[in-house]
């Protein structure tokens, strides 16, 4: 009797043990930080793939996918009333063409009438893999973030889902889940996102790291003590049906107190360390950080992120980026690493352009020149 409480002891002890340990972070060593950096970097500049046919319009916030022998990129377009989700294509991720929208502005009094700002979720994310836009219940994917108020991101903001059972490389119209999955104002909303919530990023982790197989980084605004407005952080949330999704931890995952930390983006860097995966985000107005810029953090468990200290990925240096240059979307294919992301120049013209490893040229994409201001004539 003796010998079995004795046994049923050391097992609770070694259980508790365990426990503990599953729940102490591994830690991402600098070493490891720099061989990633040295793994991602796209120090050539190759220039705009996508601008607008209208100076009133900006685009942005690219998602690149592949289906077959093409690539295909979602993209968002503000034209004075809201965000609308466009698509285009391309054979050798350089040159695009536009294909069309796929989710519009409604007429309506639904609670997203105005803003339909959408990115593909449940992507493949293995770096340098097929990149491919996995269905889920026989469906594809995308969350958005929508609001029913006129004008630049103005208004309540909150994120829906919307999906199809067509091929996603057709234009046609997105279905909608009826209601926002997550709204600023939600009963369980946490202290950094209870003013409005921004752009959204779904993975499918299979092995559920958190228990849950979907797992959503999502950027928003809230209360702040450094500063009047707030500061954008990345949080978690996660869902077992990407229907129902629930918050996942009280405070951000990555959180620079001021200015802007968003649009996360996950990729799974196994070639540099088993079990790595790579956050790719944007940082922006908080100290050593110089306008929009892109930069990235890493994670063995999803939660628990390291953030890189050194150089920025992508950064202003062109006319054509000299305002900002943010919003990473970054795949590997053919041994060439292609950072896509939203260029801004000080005319505040917005485009989508790309820098890669190795030097692949020069683009002849331009942004529509701005009309010439008159002079005042003297009296």
């Known amino acids: 009797m003796k010998l079995k409480h004795t046994c049923l002891l050391l097992a609770g002890l070694l259980s508790q043990t365990f426990a503990q340990a599953q729940s102490k972070p591994k830690e991402v060593s600098a070493d490891v930080m720099q061989k990633v950096y040295e793994e991602v970097k796209t120090p050539y500049k190759y220039g705009l793939v996508l601008v607008t046919d209208d100076n009133q319009k900006k685009m942005d916030c690219p998602s690149v996918f592949r289906k077959g022998n093409k690539w295909y990129m979602t993209y968002i377009i503000y034209d004075g009333r809201g965000y609308e989700t466009w698509l285009a294509q391309s054979k050798d991720l350089l ?7 796929i989710m519009a502005f409604t007429d309506t009094t639904d609670w997203d009438t105005n ?3 959408g990115y593909v979720a449940l992507q493949e994310y293995k770096w340098g893999g097929n990149y491919k836009w996995q269905p889920y219940q026989s469906k594809y994917w995308m969350s958005y973030f929508g609001g029913k108020s006129r004008g630049y991101e103005k208004g309540l903001l909150s994120i829906g889902m919307a999906y199809t059972e067509k091929d996603p490389t057709t234009v046609h119209p997105w279905q909608r889940l009826p209601q926002p999955v997550l ?3 939600d009963a369980d909303v946490r202290w950094w996102e209870n003013h409005t919530i921004y752009k959204s990023s779904v993975i499918w982790d299979k092995s559920k790291l958190t228990g849950h197989p979907f797992v959503m980084y999502y950027n928003a605004n809230g209360d702040s ?6 500061a954008e952080r990345i949080g978690m949330a996660v869902s077992d049906d990407m229907v129902h999704w629930q918050r996942y931890l009280r405070n951000p995952v990555l959180n620079h107190h001021k200015g802007i930390t968003g649009d996360a983006y996950i990729q799974q860097l196994d070639g540099v360390d088993k079990g790595l995966y790579v956050m790719f985000y944007f940082g922006a107005f908080y100290p050593g950080v110089t306008g ?13 992120w390291t953030d890189w200290s050194g150089k920025n990925l992508v950064e202003p240096s062109e006319p054509y980026d000299e305002l900002f240059a943010h919003k990473s979307f970054v795949v590997k294919h053919k041994g060439v690493v292609y950072h896509y992301y939203c260029a801004v120049n000080k005319p505040d013209q917005r485009g989508i352009a790309v820098a890669t490893s190795k030097d692949l040229g020069k683009s002849t994409v331009n942004f529509i020149a701005p009309p010439v201001k008159k002079k005042k004539e003297a009296k």
């Open 95 to 101: 040159k695009w063409e536009n294909k069309g929208k």
């Open 115 to 117: 803003q339909k700002a």
């Open 183 to 185: 709204r600023p104002d």
């Open 225 to 230: 003590l450094d500063t009047k407005r707030g």
């Open 292 to 304: 929009a810029v892109n930069r990235f953090a890493c994670s063995y468990d999803l939660v628990n």
